[in-house]
């Protein structure tokens, strides 16, 4: 019996871990994918405190990991499949079922992430890291004097493409509407940025490169024409799917699918708790996820010594 089962091994979930394990709780983290999570697609990270020269990503994740087995948190690699909540005597327990194993716990974290939706076109997958980002936030800086491709048309795209004109020379937002969903305020900044072309009414229907990023195809919708665009990077904002099929029949979930938690990271059903991309915030951060990881530990900390 462990008193916390963590689902996930990105930020959030290393985090909670070495909380867990400083609260000297019997902990046992699962992860079904490789260690680092979503953050492991970037390279390098650049504005996590601490490190103002920036860290490899891969770094900084074995940090985290050294952490957590220095006390005495053991790590699983199996890909969890059920939470299943049961009464045993007076306290809650449940039974996490992976396809291997069965581990029982008197608490949960989940932290499985997310992931960014993809367009799903030719090349994307094959230049992910080499060209094609889903976080300008992490990988602007690569991209300093560079021309870059912007998808998507909310808020956060527009955010985005203001973001990376710091450090783009020019920065083309494809959307395939010519409305925009984000707000109106954005939408202007966007309109009055000189460094912003913007190509409406367009899709990417293919993205170039051999072991880089060198163009992107785009297809106007109204018109069908199809031009070969020059670019050295392809930032993709179309939203992200969180990883919460696990919850979807145990937890209160938003329309979006994201884990609906109070302050403490306390989920709809006693004893279990959920921090990181799993959430839906305004800002997606290694950063942030930590802190959120940090109170969740604390949390089931303060819950366990009241059962």
Known sequence: MY???IIGAGPA??????????????TLI???????????????IENYPGFPQSIATSELIDKFKKQIDDLGVLLFNEEVTQILPENKE??????IKTAENIYETRSVIIASGAKAKRLEVKGEEKLVGRGVSYCGTCDAPFFKGKEVLLVGGGDRALEEALFLTAYASKVTLVHRRQQFRGSKILEEKIRDNP????MLDSVVEEIVGTNKVESAKIKNVITGKIIDYPVQGVFIFVGIKPNTDLAKNLLQLNEAKFIITGPDMKTSLDGVYACGDCLQKSLYQVVNACGEAAVAADSVHKYLLNL
Do not use: H, W
């Open 30 to 44: 699962i992860e079904g994918m490789s260690i680092g999570g979503q953050i492991i697609l970037s390279p390098t």
């Open 13 to 26: 979930g290393l985090t909670a871990g070495i909380y867990a394990g400083r609260f000297r709780l019997n």
């Open 195 to 198: 460094k912003i072309i913007l």
């Open 3 to 5: 008193d916390l089962v």
């Open 90 to 95: 007076r306290s809650q327990c449940f039974k």
